[in-house]
Structures are given as structure tokens and as C-alpha cells.
């Protein structure tokens, strides 16, 4: 079962990643799509506005997440 973590980050179990987007982004290509620098995308994960998931020690990013963070509220 996915667990949130109070940092927006999700932890997600073997049998939670089926509806999970098969294409997951790396921090270096998430920030190459919006245009900024990779550092800024981790202040975005540690700040709790950008969700993600925790794959062993990877840190990968869904793309409607991404998309999501570029919608205004």
C-alpha cells in the first residue's frame, strides 16, 4: 500500500507501482522538461509541492505530477 509521508514523498509497495505511469522521470529529466535546474526540483520534492515516489534510494517522478505542479490552482 502506498504511504504518504508528511514530505509529499510516497513510498510505494511491489503490488501499488501496477497503476503507477510506466514512463517515471529521474530529477535531471523532470527538470529539463519545465526548464530548470535539477536543484530546484529537489527544493520543489523537499518542500512537500512536488510529489514522488521512492523506488529503493531512486527518486522518480510521474509525469502528471509534473503536469499537475504547472496547473494553476
Known amino acids: ?3 504518504r509521508l508528511s514530505t509529499g514523498v510516497r513510498r510505494a509497495a511491489p503490488a501499488a507501482l ?11 529529466q523532470a527538470a529539463e522538461r519545465l526548464q ?7 527544493r520543489l520534492i ?3 509541492t512536488l510529489p514522488v515516489l521512492r ?3 531512486s527518486v ?6 509534473l503536469a ?3 496547473k494553476p490552482k
Open 68 to 70: 499537475a505542479l504547472l
Open 36 to 42: 530548470i535546474s535539477p536543484r530546484t526540483i529537489r
Open 46 to 48: 523537499d518542500a512537500g
Open 1 to 3: 500500500m502506498n504511504e
Open 18 to 28: 501496477s497503476h503507477v505511469s510506466p514512463q517515471l522521470l529521474k530529477i535531471a
Open 55 to 57: 523506488i529503493g534510494r
Open 60 to 65: 522518480r517522478i510521474q509525469p502528471e505530477d
